[in-house]
């Protein structure tokens, strides 16, 4: 077990093997610490094939998330533009979009559901036919527009709310 960060520094393979062996003991903050300190003094490219391989070989283990604190992806000379922070500033940029996207298109389905449900609602208000409280529940709670759209349509014809849900339903 390697807690020192000077030890560490000295073989940075048999540290690393250290941390991945003793990750769930009680001494892996100190191992990792160690580990986290002498790869800083690490060449880069030694130091980011060493960091990576501890992060697979911890997973998603408690240590595994101890190390990705310690060890954040980051850039060295922010606001230059080299091309690490342009990659790094890209996958932001995309994940935002792409979460935006996502949120959006959830967001217009679940109100397209919402407004549907309240089509078949008012309708069948319109039409004078009593709707128990389990039947607007069960209509309200639907997000399935294909099904809304089956109700909707029966809605006009039915004489009892319960007749929207006959047939496939």
Same mark, same amino acid.
């Given at each position: 077990?390697?807690?020192?960060? !000077? ?9 690393? #093997? ?20 002498? $790869? ?17 070989? $911890? ?14 992806? %980051?850039?060295? #000379? ?23 996207? !996502? ?16 089509? &078949? $609602?008012? &309708?069948? %208000?319109?039409?004078?036919?009593? &709707?128990?409280? !389990? ?18 349509? %029966?809605? #006009?014809? &039915? ?5 929207? #849900?006959?047939?496939?339903?």
């Amino acid at each position: 077990m390697i807690i020192d960060a !000077e030890e560490a520094a000295q073989d940075l393979t048999m540290a690393t #093997f250290s941390a991945m062996t003793h990750g769930s003991s009680r001494d892996a903050t100190a191992i990792l610490d160690a580990l986290a300190l002498a $790869l800083a003094t690490a060449a880069p490219e030694t130091s980011a094939y060493y960091a990576e391989l501890l992060e697979i070989g $911890l997973g998603n283990s408690r240590a595994g998330e101890t190390w990705r604190k310690l060890m954040p992806i %980051r850039t060295y #000379f922010p606001g230059r533009g080299t091309m690490i922070e342009q990659a790094l500033l890209e996958g932001e940029e995309k994940g935002r979009a792409e979460g935006r996207a !996502e949120g959006c298109a959830e967001g217009l389905a679940q109100g397209r559901a919402s407004e549907r449900a309240l089509m &078949v $609602l008012r &309708v069948l %208000r319109n039409r004078d036919i009593a &709707v128990p409280p !389990e039947i607007r529940e069960r209509v309200s709670g639907c997000k399935d527009l294909d099904t809304l759209e089956r109700w909707l349509d %029966r809605a #006009f014809i &039915v004489s009892e709310a319960d007749e929207i #849900f006959s047939g496939q339903d």
